[in-house]
């Protein structure tokens, strides 16, 4: 198993679905096992639908067993022959509602030993708010003034018990609610009622929600005496999809992060990703995003867990550059993510300036910041976190050079100004120009950190937008995340962009200058120009990159004191 040494290197990270190349896990080995790809890699970020999930492409876990219609353990093992370092999430505030510990809840009700797994909203809100009608309490303004809500109303599913009884549980994101559809054979066997009636009610109701109303909207006309008794039928039967935020004061719950941190320790995990940690920590009138000192007790105690394993904790969280949030992780010793270095590389180029970018790779050296760094990945090109770092008016001409290009913003509540991520291929974000993405693929692997590749921009991916229309509202992160098939790869790794691309991959993983436990300098020169020297073993390499015209070099000097050109 691999441990945290081996992530001294600092080596590039390839990062995917386990189903994004060939459809299973095994294709996207196949794809590390090419000659293109030898020593290309030091390590593989794959997405949290290798467990068992459904929704949100994998981040509604069910349970963290392996999908078996995408991997299985001998793939785990080929990737560890590979010597691959494997990296995985772990979503710390909530799981699935067909999670078992949910599903005993509906089942069990007050009898189950998971009551307190999960967040019950009335307990929580108990002396800080008024019942309604409803059946949920409604918290006083001044104690939900300052919360952070991602999605409209308040976070709350309201879940049937088996005495018919209706509890609202805690639920941050995504939650559906669906009702099947009704027999005349269920209405007769279920409440007697005669078989021409049944009929006819049954054709009703199923009418009512095909035009998607809910139980009690349905309008009953001339079978009003039978209404009460179908609703029941219809309530009792309700299906629910969504992730239910867990409650952190369990023991229970700490008992599952142990068990889940072990588990994907014995996958062979040497990182884990923690995904939603800060809305994890909730108190009464706090904005219950990233509360303190909630927050980095839960850090702590997740580290004390991971410790036991070995693990390098990754704690996921978009925040502007000029709240800081990144240097308190880093002085917390946290590998932390540059969510600034995508946009950078785009304004350095729209600007032919290297002065943001620059500023950033200071602020990495002199604060000692780990990170883990990228152009693209499976959400957006996150450019709102530069706020603090570059002019709020050269953010808004960034986001509109990107949504020119093609790009999509989503709406969050009604305003897209508030909402952290423009949605594209990193290709596309370039204007789908060769010698950019090349140059950007050279910076990103001369900043300081892990260099994390997403899949689709080493094939020089384009928006898709059929994939945006085929899965409708909530289809906006599809356009960067286009499954390949193996002929399509094999397509690609023929292209000269992607050669290049594996070129300096290799480059990076294979040279002993770079690491964190290497030295980096930073030389000023020309605005447009931007030169990176890294030295580590009596080794060094140098970058000088032209901004204006999108060429660069690339020498490097070995142990023996050759000197030679890379590219």
């Known amino acids: 198993m691999k441990n945290k040494e081996t992530l001294l290197c600092a080596g590039p990270m390839l990062n995917a679905y386990p189903d994004s190349i060939g459809g299973t896990l095994d294709g996207c080995i196949k794809l590390l096992q090419t000659p293109e790809l030898e020593n290309v890699f030091h390590a593989f970020y794959i997405l949290p639908s290798i467990f068992n999930t459904d929704l949100d492409r994998g981040f509604s876990v069910i349970d963290y067993e392996l999908n078996e219609a995408y991997a299985f353990a001998n793939d785990l093992?080929?990737?560890?022959?590979?010597?691959?370092?494997?990296?995985?999430?772990?979503i710390l505030n909530h799981c699935s509602v067909l999670s078992k510990q949910f599903q005993d809840i509906i089942k069990n009700g007050e009898e189950s030993i998971?009551?307190?797994?999960?967040?019950?909203?009335?307990?929580?809100?108990?002396?800080?708010?008024?019942?309604?009608?409803?059946?949920?309490?409604?918290?006083?303004?001044?104690?939900?003034?300052?919360?952070?809500?991602?999605?409209?109303?308040?976070?709350?599913?309201?879940?049937?018990?088996?005495?018919?009884?209706?509890?609202?549980?805690?639920?941050?994101?995504?939650?559906?609610?669906?009702?099947?559809?009704?027999?005349?054979?269920?209405?007769?066997?279920?409440?007697?009622?005669?078989?021409?009636?049944?009929?006819?009610?049954?054709?009703?109701?199923?009418?009512?929600?095909?035009?998607g109303k809910k139980p009690n909207e349905i309008n009953f006309?001339?079978?009003?005496?039978?209404?009460?008794?179908?609703?029941d039928v219809l309530e009792t039967g309700r299906q629910y999809l969504g992730q239910m935020d867990l409650n952190i004061k369990s023991p229970l719950v700490w008992e599952f992060y142990d068990e889940t941190l072990k588990k994907l320790k014995e996958y062979g995990a040497a990182i884990?990703?923690?995904?939603?940690?800060?809305?994890?920590?909730?108190?009464?009138?706090?904005?219950?995003?990233?509360?303190?000192?909630?927050?980095?007790?839960?850090?702590?105690?997740?580290?004390?867990?991971?410790?036991?394993?070995?693990?390098?904790?990754?704690?996921?969280?978009?925040?502007?550059?000029?709240?800081?949030?990144?240097?308190?992780?880093a002085q917390e010793g946290y590998l932390t993510y540059d969510f600034y270095l995508p946009g950078l590389i785009i304004d350095a180029f729209e600007s032919s300036n290297n002065e943001y970018l620059v500023k950033w790779i200071k602020d990495l050296i002199g604060k000692k910041i780990r990170t883990v760094n990228m152009l693209g990945c499976h959400d957006g090109i996150p450019l709102l976190d530069l706020k603090g770092l570059i002019p709020d008016e050269q953010i808004e001409e960034l986001i509109s050079i990107v949504v020119s290009r093609g790009g999509l913003v989503k709406d969050l509540h009604g305003s897209k100004n508030i909402y952290y991520q423009v949605n594209a291929t990193y290709y596309s974000a370039l204007g789908e120009d060769d010698n950019k993405l090349l140059l950007a693929r050279a910076m990103q692997i001369f900043m300081p950190g892990i260099p994390q590749v997403w899949y689709l921009d080493l094939f020089a991916g384009k928006n898709d937008y059929e994939a945006v229309k085929r899965n409708g509202a909530a289809g906006h992160k599809e356009i960067n995340r286009t499954n390949l098939t193996m002929d399509q790869v094999q397509e690609g790794l023929r292209k000269d962009v992607v050669k290049q691309q594996l070129k300096l991959l290799n480059f990076r993983n294979t040279f002993p200058a770079f690491g964190f436990d290497g030295t980096l300098q930073v030389f000023q020169e020309e605005p447009y120009i931007l030169k990176l020297r890294w030295e580590n073993n009596s080794c060094c390499a140098t970058l000088i990159a032209n901004l204006k015209d999108y060429s660069f070099e690339i020498m490097a000097t070995n142990e023996h004191g050759e000197t030679f050109s890379v590219f």
């Open 77 to 90: 093992q080929n990737l560890n022959d590979l010597n691959i370092v494997l990296k995985f999430d772990f």
């Open 114 to 211: 998971y009551k307190d797994f999960f967040i019950n909203w009335n307990d929580f809100w108990e002396g800080f708010g008024d019942m309604t009608d409803e059946g949920y309490i409604r918290p006083y303004d001044e104690m939900i003034q300052n919360m952070f809500f991602r999605k409209p109303g308040l976070p709350i599913l309201k879940v049937r018990m088996p005495d018919g009884k209706e509890l609202p549980y805690w639920n941050t994101f995504y939650q559906e609610v669906k009702y099947s559809k009704i027999s005349s054979y269920e209405l007769i066997k279920t409440l007697g009622i005669q078989y021409v009636t049944a009929e006819k009610i049954s054709a009703l109701v199923n009418r009512a929600l095909d035009e």
């Open 221 to 231: 006309d001339g079978f009003e005496n039978y209404k009460d008794d179908v609703i």
């Open 272 to 329: 884990v990703r923690l995904d939603a940690f800060a809305y994890a920590p909730k108190e009464p009138g706090e904005k219950n995003f990233l509360n303190e000192p909630g927050t980095w007790d839960l850090l702590e105690g997740i580290k004390k867990l991971a410790n036991q394993y070995d693990l390098t904790l990754l704690p996921e969280i978009h925040s502007k550059y000029e709240e800081k949030i990144h240097e308190k992780l």
